[in-house]
């Protein structure tokens, strides 16, 4: 178990201080800000959507590493998707890091996100894990208003 914690550790880590996709997105239709006033995250998640697909992600901000990994993941994960398979993303995710009753436990179609499931362990990185998902969603509804996870 510790080798699998540390291989998870290896790649937040890895994401952290090389974020994939960190970048203003120059051709982005669709764009939304969030907040985590808990830890102090921002992010700002660009999004080229066209027919329904996420041509291109993109993700700017400052946070702490579980956010910055989790946009970085984020990013890598849906670039191609289409809307619908975001969505099921998102609660798939969110179901790994809160640790709802229901949520399969190695969840497959999550990939490399699985790296988060020891989020759940802390409540308190539980938004930080999540911000960019929730802000991703705002995105892609078009919500003018920042998002905040209070
Ligand atoms: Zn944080």
């Keep these: 178990m510790s080798d699998l914690r540390d291989l998870y550790q290896q790649v937040i880590l890895d994401h952290t201080k090389r974020p994939r996709n960190f970048r203003k997105l120059e051709k982005a239709n669709h764009k939304a800000e969030g907040y985590n006033p808990l830890c102090g995250d921002k992010v700002t998640i660009y999004l080229e959507l066209e027919d329904g697909i996420l041509r291109d992600i993109s993700f700017q901000g400052s946070g702490c590493a579980i956010s910055t990994a989790s946009a970085s993941m984020m990013t890598e994960s849906l670039k191609g998707k289409t809307t619908t398979e975001a969505q ?21 179609d999550l990939g490399k996100l699985a790296v988060f499931t020891g989020v759940r362990e802390f409540p308190v990185r539980v938004k930080c894990a ?10 892609l509804e078009d919500h003018q208003e920042a998002v905040s996870t209070e």
């Design 130 to 139: 999540s911000l960019a998902w929730h802000t991703l969603r705002a995105a």
């Design 88 to 108: 099921a993303l998102f609660e798939c995710f969110h179901d790994l890091v809160t640790g709802k009753p229901g949520s399969g436990r190695d969840a497959p």
